[in-house]
């Protein structure tokens, strides 16, 4: 036989399993990703489209919407989140930098003490100073600054020849001098020096806010979940207050249906209503389902607020507990936020990863700190010997792990932390 013989097209029966998704589970799936944020901007897209749609404000404590009308300019907290978007950076990096972009004010100025955001968010204080610096590397140059002085400075850092004097000026903090004529007398500097020093400093933008809209009292992190501890009792509820309603004019829609022969036309707006209105309903609904059983789960966490509390908690333990699939609850709890105990943190804190088959990766750190401080300073515990203690209570830990979360919590190793002989 020979070789083009052998080679003939032969046909072949192969089982292939697809899954096609609907176009309501679609969209009911891509609504359950959104935040609060994506979920109003949706909400204001169909308004402007469909005739027969519009927005009406909630009732309840927050009702201030402005930020959802079009601005005549670019929107300063957009072009960031954008920027933010499309780094590289790591999500948590992300997450921290866009906490510190809603707390900017009105010139973009962030005049907020990271030691009291650390205490109202998920977030350390080590943690914050870096997703400052990041916030800092943004457009426009001088973001993010927490005084004049420094909004000025990081834009000199941009300039290759910047005034030396001004520049002095400035890491020496005597711009208030600058300011003043009357005090130049007094200075180091010449008269002629300081005049140049001062046009250089005229140059930098002291609002880098200033070309782009900045709404007064705009609130952009919303909590979906609300936790209330009352006597020991925990209980979490919806938080809808910051979510508009949509309202659709039936009686416009009928007469001008019955003027027109465009049935086709007005049977889609209407349907395009409903999809979304029914796909919000099911996000709502998910998310509260989702909440009750992670609140359950959690319940030692959130009563307490210490970390070391947190149980691993997977997506497909959770998919299976609730009856949904494992995407359904990646989707729900992607860019979604929860409020306990006067704090706001992501709903992705309440779901750690698994260590091991009993304990949550804060509490294998919060245990390894507690063993190694109530160990003999003259003969501090190797990492073989800290494997062993976790093994006398079930819990199976490598050398390598138990280094990882040593080297995290910033504790030397056994050498460096044996206490010096006294002479």
């Avoid at 009750?292 to 959690?298: A, E, S």
């Avoid at 149980?311 to 497909?316: F, N, S």
């Avoid at 729900?332 to 936020?337: C, F, R």
């Amino acid at each position: 036989m020979t070789r083009l013989q052998k080679m003939v097209l032969k046909p072949k029966e192969q089982l292939v399993t697809r899954l096609f998704l609907s176009p309501k589970l679609k969209q009911n799936l891509t609504v359950l990703s959104y935040s609060t944020y994506d979920l109003i901007n949706a909400m204001k897209e169909l308004s402007l489209s469909n005739p027969f749609v519009s927005l009406r404000e909630p009732k309840g404590e927050m009702q201030n919407l402005e930020w959802l009308r079009a601005p005549e300019g670019e929107n300063l907290i957009d072009h960031l989140l954008m920027q933010v978007n499309l780094s590289g950076w790591h999500n948590w990096e992300k997450s921290a930098v866009k906490v510190l972009i809603y707390l900017l004010d009105k010139d973009g100025y962030l005049r907020v003490d990271l030691a009291k955001i650390a205490e109202q968010t998920e977030f350390s204080l080590e943690k914050l100073t870096r997703a400052k610096d990041l916030l800092q590397s943004l457009d426009p140059c001088g973001i993010g600054a927490a005084d004049l002085t420094e909004c000025l400075l990081q834009q000199v850092k941009q300039k290759a020849d910047f005034n030396p004097v001004a520049l002095e000026i400035l890491l020496d903090n005597q711009l208030e001098m600058l300011a003043d004529p009357k005090q130049w007398p007094n200075s180091k500097f010449s008269i002629s020096e300081l005049n140049d020093a001062l046009a250089s400093i005229q140059t930098l933008d002291p609002t880098p806010a200033s070309d782009y809209v900045v709404e007064n009292n705009t609130q952009y992190l919303f909590p979906d979940l609300i936790y209330r501890v009352t006597d020991g009792r925990l209980t979490v509820e919806s938080y809808q207050t910051q979510i508009p309603e949509m309202v659709f004019d039936e009686k416009a829609y009928h007469e001008l249906k019955e003027q027109s022969d465009e049935n086709k036309y007005f049977s889609e707006q209407k349907q395009h209503y409903l999809e979304l209105k029914n796909a919000i309903a099911e996000r709502q609904k998910t998310i509260m389902r989702l909440g009750k059983y992670v609140g359950k789960f959690q319940r030692n966490f959130l009563t307490t607020m210490q970390r070391r509390e947190l149980k691993p908690l997977g997506l497909k333990e959770t998919a299976q507990a609730l009856g949904l699939a494992p995407s359904t609850i990646s989707r729900a709890i992607k860019d979604k936020y929860i409020q306990c105990q006067n704090k706001i943190f992501s709903l992705k804190m309440l779901f750690p990863r698994e260590v091991t088959t009993d304990l949550s990766q804060a509490r294998i750190e919060y245990d390894l700190q507690q063993i190694i401080k109530k160990e003999d300073a003259r003969a501090p515990l190797s990492d073989q010997q800290l494997v062993e203690i976790f093994a006398k209570h079930d819990v199976t830990l490598s050398r390598r792990v138990i280094a990882k979360y040593r080297k995290k919590l910033n504790i030397p190793n056994s050498y460096s932390r044996k206490a010096k002989p006294t002479d």
